[in-house]
Each structure stands twice: as structure tokens, then as C-alpha cells.
């Protein structure tokens, strides 16, 4: 029952920076060359944001957990408009899944198994050198203290928070310690779809190849 409560308030959060990213986005003017790619610049930004966020409130020694679910609450109740559309941009790429090739339903049938594999390890206790001498140790002290800062008799590593220890944080302030390894995945998923982004928009389909060749063979 934990895992499946940690898996659905991870899949919440990964929701709901990308609605923040998008609603960010949607301040200017850009020009995505498809739904994955606008999702990938949105999860980027979203990121960022929450994790300042956290920071800043640290900071201010407002670190604690009602306050942290208010504010979420609040921040998803101001970006529900982006939220709707990056639902419908999800289940719009999902849909172009049936009709693409046999091989390309083999790869991401493959890439879902290894992201599946990656998730079940994040939610596996950690038991690495940096994740026990300063990444979970500082974001515990921060989480039961309330506030972010200096640590008392610690190494420097404190002064230094970096962007997921955020999230470290998160899953710490509000008890949920499996989840702090899974944030990782957040990175596998938006790498993956970055460089199918990437791929789609700088390399042409064999499909588009084989047609091109066709017409200028007619054509010559």
C-alpha cells in the first residue's frame, strides 16, 4: 500500500511541475515543433520552480508541512488550466503509439520496461556513501528543523543545497522516505522524451527518407 500511495503522489508532483512549467511557458512565445517537446521544456522549468520554491521557504523558516501542502495545493488550483492541456498533450502522444511502426511499439515497449525496472529500484531504501554522509542527512535535518541553512558541526555540504535535495525534502517533510529515490526517475523520463524531442525535430523519418527518394526518382 506505500509504494502504490508513493507511486501516486509521485506521479501528482511529476504532474504538477510540468503544469507549472507550462503555465511559465505560456508568458511567451514559443514555438514547439511537437506535444513531447513542449512537455520536456515544461518539466525542465516546472522543476526548477518547485525547487526554489521549497528553498525559498526554507529559507524563511517556513519549512513545514501544512504550510508546504498549502502552498502546492494553491499553486495546483492556479495552474489547473495548464494541467488540463498537458493531460490532453499525454494522451495525444499516446495515441499516436498504435499507429506507429511494429519496431517503434518494440522500443517503447522495451524503454517502458527499463523506466518500470528504474522506478521499482528508486522506491528501494538507498544505501550509497553521498546519499547517507550529506544528500537524505541534510535534507532530514532541513526537514525536521524547518528551515534551510547552516548545520551545526557538519561539513560545508549544507551551504551547497542542490536543486533535488529539494525534493529530498519533500518526501522527508511529509514522511514518505521511498519516495526520495524515485525523483530520479522524473530525470530518466524527461531525458528519454528529450532525445526523442530532439530526434524528431533535427532527423527526418525513414518513412520521410523513402518518399523523398521516391519523388526525386520520378522526378529527376
Not at 548545520?151 to 549544507?158: F, R
Amino acid at each position: 500500500m506505500d509504494y502504490l500511495l508513493n507511486s501516486s503522489i509521485f506521479i501528482a508532483l511529476f504532474l504538477l511541475v510540468i503544469s507549472v512549467g507550462r503555465a511559465v511557458l505560456s508568458l511567451f512565445r514559443f514555438d514547439f515543433h511537437s506535444e513531447v517537446e513542449g512537455l520536456v521544456f515544461a518539466f525542465s522549468i516546472g522543476f526548477g520552480v518547485i525547487g526554489y520554491l521549497v528553498l525559498f521557504l526554507g529559507m524563511a523558516g517556513l519549512l513545514y508541512p501544512w504550510i508546504l501542502f498549502l502552498t502546492l495545493l494553491l499553486i495546483a488550483l492556479l495552474v489547473s488550466t495548464s494541467f488540463i492541456k498537458n493531460m490532453q498533450d499525454i494522451f495525444k502522444i499516446l495515441s499516436h503509439f498504435k499507429d506507429c511502426h511494429w519496431m517503434c511499439k518494440v522500443l517503447f515497449i522495451l524503454l517502458g520496461v527499463g523506466i518500470l525496472v528504474t522506478f521499482c529500484a528508486g522506491l528501494a531504501p538507498s544505501y550509497s556513501n553521498d546519499s547517507m554522509v550529506y544528500h537524505l542527512k541534510d535534507a532530514r535535518y532541513f526537514a525536521e528543523h524547518h528551515s534551510i541553512g547552516h548545520i551545526p558541526y557538519d561539513s560545508t555540504n549544507a551551504l551547497w543545497p542542490y536543486l533535488v535535495e529539494m525534493y529530498f525534502v519533500i518526501a522527508l517533510i511529509f514522511g514518505r522516505y521511498e519516495l526520495a529515490g524515485v525523483f530520479h526517475v522524473s530525470f530518466a523520463l524527461a531525458g528519454a522524451a528529450a532525445i526523442y524531442a530532439f530526434s524528431k525535430r533535427f532527423f527526418p523519418s525513414p518513412h520521410y527518407i523513402v518518399s523523398h527518394n521516391s519523388r526525386n526518382l520520378r522526378h529527376p
